[in-house]
């Protein structure tokens, strides 16, 4: 914003310097043009008088309105004069003080006049005046100026400043993410009955969600952007992650219905199983107790369905933005579906989302058929 009112203050500036510089040329010209009139016109009165034999008062000649009148003889000496300073008679024009004159020598002697000096007494008020209504002027558009940077600057910010609290909540989020399966460690290992099959699944559950934690932030943030790709058993990765997350599941008593028929597809294994991860864990996480999951793999097409909370038709749009999180009723960083929405752009994969609040959430990914 500083930076934007420097700049815009410099260029007003400058226009406005260049601005009345043209409007001060303009005045000048046009007072000087009016007074060299003037005293031509005063010099062929006199001309005219002194050729036609004419009694003529000199002492009676006037300049016009808003001028002084100087009548010069051959030595410079004055005849009459309204002048009190010293005329630079070498001159034809002169400025001093912000006064205008104009020396005629059209004259030649006649009436014992060789100088007509005219002076005017407008041109610093005038400049003056205007001077005022050129700061007023710059000042009105500069505070025009500034009015529409600061909008502008609201605008352009509002979004860096939506993201900046969007990673604020990020930190908070993981602190608490992190938090939970790690009291749960610690709570666990100094039980005094450490190898009960309680505390083993605990301690098993509370290692795989920071496992998990941890593997969907190095995808995210420190993987290589290039990876080599294989023809994967996409089917059979599946099968791995239903059976790593059933521990989840069972936690939460809910039951994964599974419908899968072998599949092949060109990607790389780690972005697979984060793709996966994160569908269905979604699921796990954001259904109730003893809900059941769907998950079918057919005619190239993986439907994850769940039976959970659902979600608000308007949020649907925002749901695959980094750090955004539907509700706060459930844990989470808000990468998740992020992830999901990158892996499937990358690897062309159609991704399509129905939900309907307290009914469920259905996820449709289609992949492109092969070539």
């Known amino acids: 914003m500083g930076l934007y009112l420097i700049s815009a203050f410099i260029l007003l500036s400058f226009i406005a310097w260049f601005f009345w510089q043209m409007e001060y040329n303009l005045q000048r010209d046009l007072i000087y043009a009016k007074m060299r009139q003037n005293a031509g016109e005063i010099s062929a009165t006199l001309t005219q008088a002194h050729m036609h034999g004419k009694n003529l008062d000199i002492t009676r000649l006037k300049a016009k309105k808003g001028y002084r009148l100087g009548l010069y003889d051959v030595d410079k000496s004055p005849i009459i004069t309204e002048i009190t300073h010293t005329i630079p008679f070498a001159q034809k024009s002169y400025q001093r003080e912000n006064h205008l004159g104009v020396v005629d020598t059209s004259v030649l002697g006649h009436m014992g006049v060789d100088y007509v000096v005219v002076e005017e007494r407008l041109f610093s008020a005038a400049i003056g005046g205007f001077t005022k209504k050129v700061i007023l002027v710059f000042l009105a558009l500069f505070a025009l100026i500034s009015l529409v940077g600061y909008h502008l600057a609201k605008l352009f910010i509002k979004p860096i400043h939506a993201e900046r609290e969007k990673l604020n909540q990020f930190i908070k989020d993981s602190t608490h993410e992190l938090n939970t399966p790690i009291t749960a460690l610690l709570m666990s290992t100094s039980s005094p009955n450490l190898t009960s099959e309680k505390n083993i699944q605990r301690i098993k559950l509370s290692a795989k969600r920071v496992s998990e934690l941890y593997e969907d932030l190095t ?11 294989t023809l994967l058993a996409f089917d059979e990765v599946l099968k791995e ?61 993986l439907i994850v369905k769940d039976s959970g909370i659902g979600i608000e038709e308007e949020k649907l749009k925002d749901i695959f933005e980094r750090f955004y999180r539907a509700t706060s009723t459930s844990g989470g960083f808000g990468i998740g579906l992020d992830m999901v929405r990158t892996i499937t752009k990358n690897y062309a994969i159609m991704i399509e989302v129905k939900s309907e609040l307290g009914v469920g959430t259905t996820f449709v990914l289609t992949f492109p058929k092969k070539g």
């Open 241 to 301: 992650q239903i059976a790593y997350l059933q521990a989840f599941a069972d936690k939460k008593s809910i039951m994964i219905v599974p419908d899968i028929e072998n599949f092949d597809f060109l990607m790389d294994k780690e972005s697979a199983v984060r793709l996966i991860n994160n569908l269905i864990s979604n699921a796990i996480k954001y259904s109730e107790q003893s809900d059941k999951i769907e998950i079918t793999l057919k005619n190239g097409k």
């Open 219 to 229: 995808y995210l943030f420190l993987r290589e952007k290039e990876q080599p790709t």
